[in-house]
């Protein structure tokens, strides 16, 4: 693969720059209820030394109803600051089922203007495997300024993701399993229907993956999209059960020179609560 510190970064690349100065590491470490893992004490038994862990569910919109939304700047800006995160840092974000929650923080960090962040190719079970060094201490931290300019653009709510839905103008790409999508299998969140945002495309995040959880090539990416039916001439709109994955999709957009593409950060978890939404079964292909 080739190395860039703007959207994945190989685990060779990070250990070579592991010492930088101005480097920081961040593991974003996250799973499902049912994966029956506990994020933190993971980071706390065994991490890539400097990291910080980066708490999704806490770093978030908690006004809201919706699980990890967003945060608002503010609670960005004083969250990064304490973990000693700020202007001039190279970010390389990182997790420990190998390319899961890990794009949701660079596409966060995207989200508040900020663009030298890059997810490691692989994550913590690949930098395992090859030997890399782990320690269980918390770096010392020292406060760093950080400016952030949101990028609006780059995040779409219920009521634009509707409107797109009809119109047909962008495409709608969702990252969750294709039985899910279908309609076929139950959420994992209670409470929700089944299916999937007319006129949707489905590319299961799995699919962009090869079988050591690094990111496909470029033209191999190119080529699971157009599989899939998805329009790349036209813009995106990534979704999938709540935020999280969707990110894989966006960041495998990035890799292939897609600039315009935003996430739904309320996705299923917000489009399959609300009866009045319309819903679509099977697998989509001839919406």
Known sequence: MTDD??????????AAHLRDP????????WYLPDA?????AEYN???????RFFDIDEISDQRSPLPHMA?????????????????GHQVVVYDGAGMFSAPRVWWTFRLMGKTDVAVLDGGFPKWLAEGHEVEDLSPMIRDRHMTVSRQNHLVKDVTQVAHTSKLRQAEIIDARSAARFAGEAPEPR????????????NVPF???????????????LRAVFEAAGVDLSKPAITTCGSGVTAAVLSL?????????HALYDGSWSEWGMYDDLPVQTGNGKKG
């Open 252 to 260: 495998a957009l990035e890799r292939i020179g897609h600039r315009n």
């Open 36 to 40: 029956g893992r506990n994020a933190r």
């Open 71 to 87: 945060p608002p700047t503010e609670k960005f800006m004083s969250r990064m600051r304490a973990m000693g995160v700020g202007d």
């Open 45 to 51: 038994a065994a991490h890539i030394p400097g990291a």
């Open 190 to 201: 209670p409470g929700l229907r089944a299916g999937h945002i007319p006129g949707s495309r």
């Open 22 to 29: 101005d480097l920081r590491i961040l593991d974003a470490s």
């Open 5 to 14: 510190p703007k959207t994945l970064v190989s685990t060779d690349w990070l």
């Open 206 to 220: 799995g699919t962009l993956l090869n079988s050591d959880n690094t990111m496909k090539s470029p033209a191999d």
